[in-house]
T-cell receptor, first 111, second 117 residues
């Protein structure tokens, strides 16, 4: 079956540090890949997506590249802010169906 | 554009009691999902509707959980009787049905936090 594995958190960084959150997946076929973010007290929001191999999704300074050869979709940001503190979920979709989520990674950014 | 609405936001019940959650998706969205998110885990699909038909309910514990989406708009998820392990956040999401797309963005509601004592 489909599955997503994320690095465990919490990840604690100082403001302006570089962020990487690892995500690898197992899926049949060619899934679309997503990063969702959950800010404190808010619902899940789509952060970025990639629908085919070598695509790079980007939004709000975050980037992730769909690597088919390593089945990975790592999230990166060059300089984090306190406002980026949230829980980040990697997810996949094998064809307009329900999402399969990873377990989430909590990011804490300190001023 | 109004988002996905859910109610109640919080519910505390005793085990073996019944509980129901309501979801109103974004207007015009054909697909509706219910997910269960246990503390420290990612959301897990319970049931997916396309209009008022069930697409996938393979992970719904049908001996105690039921869901309906009458008239293809809002939806109700029920648990009867509840167990301690049902304590979780229940998320509703909806997505449009866009022709020619390989994916459809899912829009999530704020969730209902259920505590079973």
């Amino acid at each position: 079956g489909n599955s997503v594995t994320q690095m465990e958190g919490p990840v604690t960084l100082s403001e302006e540090a570089f962020l990487t959150i690892n995500c690898t997946y197992t899926a049949t076929g060619y899934p679309s890949l997503f990063w969702y973010v959950q800010y404190p007290g808010e619902g899940l929001q789509l952060l970025l997506k990639a629908t085919k191999a070598d695509d790079k999704g980007s939004n709000k300074g975050f980037e992730a590249t769909y690597r088919k050869e390593t089945t990975s979709f790592h999230l990166e940001k060059g300089s984090v802010q306190v406002s980026d503190s949230a829980v980040y979920f990697c997810a996949l979709d094998t064809g307009r169906r329900a999402l399969t989520f990873g377990s989430g990674t909590r990011l804490q950014v300190q001023p | 554009e109004a988002g996905v609405a859910q109610s109640p936001r919080y519910k505390i019940i005793e085990k073996r009691q019944s509980v129901a959650f309501w979801c109103n998706p974004i207007s015009g969205h054909a697909t509706l999902y219910w997910y269960q998110q246990i503390l420290g885990q990612g959301p897990k699909l319970l049931i997916q509707f396309q209009n008022n038909g069930v697409v996938d309910d393979s992970q719904l514990p049908k001996d105690r959980f039921s869901a309906e989406r009458l008239k293809g708009v809002d939806s109700t998820l029920k648990i009867q009787p509840a167990k301690l392990e049902d304590s979780a956040v229940y998320l509703c999401a909806s997505s449009p049905q866009l022709a020619g797309e390989v994916w459809n963005e899912q829009f999530f509601g704020p969730g209902t936090r259920l505590t079973v004592l």
